[in-house]
């Protein structure tokens, strides 16, 4: 006879153990990217979510408690691509003017990954009837994108910053570095072709 029929539960336990191991993962990440970042906005950015994360892994607890199922984790190929790419970058980046954007672009991407598998466990655990497990899932996903959008704000400033937002003359030179956003805003959002 054949194995048993899966169902959308077996899918559910499995993507929560997928989850359970990337969150893991991105605690370590965190410590690695808070030691790594150069301005403290960006430590403390890290430090902040890095507490959270521990706190997500404990709600991911809670979810199993409610599946009646041992917490496990299950190697998610999709956070160690990430991880070592992150390694890679600190490599090639670490040392440089670019060090903390480097951070922040694959910080962005684990946090884009984190907001795809709770948004989907999310819709799932409602679909399924446990509304107390979507609940927790969805605390979890509103924290990774505040995450996200918080790691935007950072780049933007400090984008802004190597504007010069101080010198009007240097902002509307059109070969300014960054300075494209300035630009517009003073040609009344009008936009160069690319
Ligand atoms: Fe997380
Ligand atoms: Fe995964
Ligand atoms: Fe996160």
């Not at 929560?16 to 990440?29: G, M, N, P, S, T």
């Not at 994360?53 to 041992?70: A, C, M, N, T, Y």
């Not at 910080?107 to 979507?134: C, F, P, S």
Request: aromatic share 4%; net charge negative; proline share 2%.
């Amino acid at each position: 006879m054949a194995a048993k029929e899966k169902t959308l539960n077996d899918l559910f336990l499995e993507t929560l153990k997928d989850v359970y191991y990337a969150e893991k993962q991105a605690v370590r990440q965190l410590q690695k990217a808070a030691k790594a970042a150069k301005s403290d906005e960006l430590k403390q950015a890290f430090t902040q979510h890095r507490e959270e994360s521990q706190g997500q892994v404990e709600r991911l607890d809670q979810v199993f408690e409610i599946l009646g199922k041992p917490a496990r984790g299950k190697t998610c190929e999709a956070i160690q691509g990430l991880n070592a790419e992150m390694a890679e970058v600190l490599e090639d980046f670490g040392d440089s003017p670019a060090a903390d954007a480097a951070l922040i672009g694959t910080a962005q991407a684990v946090e884009h990954y984190e907001i795809a598998r709770y948004g989907t466990l999310k819709t799932w655990a409602n679909q399924l009837g446990m509304t107390d497990a979507a609940t927790l899932l969805d605390e979890t996903l509103q924290e990774e994108k505040r995450t996200d959008e918080l790691l935007t704000r950072i780049a933007e400033s400090a984008a802004n910053r190597e504007a010069g937002e101080d010198d009007e003359d240097e902002a509307e030179k059109p070969a300014g570095r960054g300075s494209a956003a300035s630009r517009s805003a003073k040609s009344g959002g009008r936009r160069e072709p690319a």
